[in-house]
């Protein structure tokens, strides 16, 4: 029990030299609280929507998953949320990884660890953050789950996967992500990214824990996209 009161303490300190600021407006907001009443007001709550079992909306439950379950914060084509997003990605800054913690960890009884989808080694030298372990570390102190540290790997890739069709791009994650030889036996791994578009990262991703003797992982992201398998490009 102190651990949580320790972190409070942190907060309500830092809050008075960086003030918290909602991560969709940037307006100052209460030391504990992850967004302002008007943007919460606006934000449609993906996990209301989305299949809890594959992410997608609708359903797209046919697909091969390795993963169990998804949940997902916001939808990625929601007004403020790509904006919110994307400086999330370049700066680091931890507010909306602390409102998504927020939001997803009320579906989560018990894990064993919680990880971010891996960086390339020279990416993440040239950011200096990776998005998806800043993510994992919030939903880790939220529910006092160790974060696992390397647990998979990314080979650094100058290729943009935009372009690539659903079919294309599972092909091309198979090379990128690899595992580690950390034992996994019977453990659920919640796995974290920002953002969750065909779902092939997570999926590769989840098939290595899986490999690696993980029973069970749940994936959590901020943001997923609203389109449905026929209009998903990638
Ligand atoms: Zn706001
Ligand atoms: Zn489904």
């Not at 709550?45 to 998804?70: L, Q, T």
């Not at 290595?208 to 994936?219: D, F, P, S, T, Y």
């Amino acid at each position: 029990m102190l651990k949580p009161f320790l972190k409070s303490c942190k907060a309500f300190l830092l809050d008075i030299l960086y003030p918290n600021r909602c991560p969709f407006c940037n307006e100052i907001i209460m030391w504990n609280e992850t967004v302002c009443g008007s943007c919460a007001d606006k934000l449609v709550p993906a996990n209301d929507k989305i299949c809890h079992k594959c992410g997608g909306v609708p359903c797209v439950c046919s697909k091969n998953n390795n993963f169990d379950n998804v949940y997902a914060a916001m939808f990625f084509d929601d007004e403020n949320v790509s904006s919110a997003i994307y400086d999330f990605k370049c700066t680091g800054m931890s507010n909306l990884a602390e409102y998504t913690a927020e939001t997803v960890c009320k579906y989560i009884d018990k894990a064993d660890l919680v990880t971010g989808v891996p960086m390339g080694k020279r990416k993440l030298r040239d950011r200096g953050h990776n998005q998806a372990d800043i993510l994992a570390k919030c939903i880790g102190e939220r529910l006092d789950i160790q974060f696992g540290k390397n647990l998979l790997y990314k080979i650094d890739s100058d290729e943009e996967q935009h372009h690539l069709s659903e079919e294309e791009r599972a092909e091309r994650v198979k090379d990128l992500f690899h595992g580690s030889d950390a034992d996994l036996n019977g453990k659920t791994i919640i796995l974290c990214d920002d953002v969750m578009t065909t779902g092939s990262t997570v999926n590769r991703c989840a098939g290595l824990l899986k490999e690696m003797g993980a029973e069970k992982v749940i994936v959590c992201v901020s943001a997923v996209t609203r389109l449905d398998k026929s209009q998903r490009k990638g």
